[in-house]
């Protein structure tokens, strides 16, 4: 049976050209980074194109990147690493109710140990409200964290306008951008950013890398102790592959967006258009203004998700009902219910996200087999 892959949100496939230049890597260019000698450092050089490729993605100086081990990472050492420093400026940050776990769980850890966190309300589209945020500020706020897009909705933050607010009041400002890195076009000194999140295996690199942009005039207090790599601040000998296929995978993302958001937003509107007129008794969730291209959230009144999923799957089709990191959980999504979903749409939620390899063809056989599998589930047949 052949596999239709519709879960690019949860990681995505490990590019051809990608793969091929990490292979020397592994067998040739082997060489331990901090190692003086010749395979050392071509190891090293690599490290550092990489680097720039990186850089170039996000419009900031190569040196302003840190190599990370992926996006949850970077999230806890953007949190811990700027409230421990600051611990005595202030104990306050500010975040969102729709956030990734790798946030909001850091966050529940810092308050667990002294620190205090406001959680933002977002509306039914899961933005949040700029008033909200600037009453939210204290003499106390340290850091306001926001994701770029949400992983589950692909409803797309006004991370400019929350660079500009975090800038006036003197507040550094971090952003999730795992989702959006190489699905919008980011400039973090156009939009204010002093730190960003972003993790490799969502496009189309490796698990297991990512990186951690950090303004140069920010410092922040590093959590791994060790040797002296990534300029003293994350101790362990580099993954160098890794490090290297990132780099590809971002200047391949950059060279492509255009191409590659068109496509993806073709494939979405197509699948929203053929299920709304194919099936009743849906709810579309998010902005369907600020949304990520490949993203789609569906929720169909009277269904079990897991039954969905099981029942899709027996056709080869792969998707999610939300993020893979609270898959199994039992709990209701966080962001379904900050949105305000109902819980007779919510438990029947389909996340479908788009990918460079799908095609019109994947999306007609997804919406044949998903509307017999809804009406098999609601009427028994």
């Known amino acids: 049976m052949k596999i239709r892959y519709f879960d690019n949100s949860a990681t995505t496939k490990v590019k051809k050209e990608v793969m091929d230049k990490m292979f020397p890597y592994f067998v040739e260019s082997y060489g331990n980074p901090s190692s003086l000698y010749a395979l050392g450092r071509i190891a090293k050089a690599g490290i550092e194109e990489a680097r720039k490729q990186v850089a170039n993605l996000i419009n900031c100086d190569k040196n302003e990147i840190y190599f990370t081990s992926g996006g949850t990472e970077s999230d806890n050492t953007a949190l811990k690493g700027i409230m421990y420093l600051n611990k005595n400026k202030g104990k306050h940050l500010i975040t969102t109710k729709i956030e990734h776990h790798a946030i909001l769980n850091t966050c529940k850890t810092l308050e667990e140990n002294g620190y205090k966190v406001t959680y933002l309300n977002v509306d039914k589209e899961g933005i949040i409200d700029l008033e909200e945020l600037i009453n939210a500020i204290t003499k106390d706020t340290v850091l306001i964290s926001v994701m770029f897009a949400n992983n589950e909705i692909g409803s797309i933050e006004p991370i400019e306008k929350v660079g500009r607010i975090a800038k006036e009041k003197g507040i550094i ?169 109902t819980s007779e749409y919510a438990e029947g939620t389909l996340r479908v996200t788009f990918g460079d390899e799908n095609t019109k063809e994947d999306v007609e056989y997804l919406v044949e087999n998903l509307t017999q599998i809804v009406k098999e589930i609601r009427y028994g047949k």
């Open 173 to 341: 400002f971090h952003t999730d951008a795992v989702q959006a890195c190489g699905n919008v076009e980011i400039d973090v000194k156009k939009m204010n950013i002093d730190m960003l999140s972003l993790s490799g295996h969502k496009i189309g690199a490796p698990k297991g890398i990512g990186a951690l942009y950090v303004n140069k005039t920010i410092e922040f207090k590093k959590l791994i102790d060790g040797g002296h790599q990534e300029r003293d601040k994350r101790a362990g000998t580099e993954n160098v592959a890794g490090m290297i296929g990132l780099g590809e995978a971002c200047e391949i993302a950059k060279n492509n967006m255009e191409a590659h958001v068109h496509k993806l937003q073709k494939l979405r509107d197509f699948y929203f258009s053929e299920i709304q007129n194919e099936i009743p008794d849906i709810q579309i969730n998010g902005s369907m203004e600020h949304r990520l291209s490949g993203n789609s959230n569906i929720s169909f009144k009277g269904i079990d998700g897991n039954e969905l999923l099981m029942k899709l799957d027996e056709k080869g089709i792969c998707a999610s009902a939300g993020s893979a990191c609270s898959s199994g959980s039992g709990m209701p999504s966080h962001v379904l219910t900050a949105i305000g979903v």
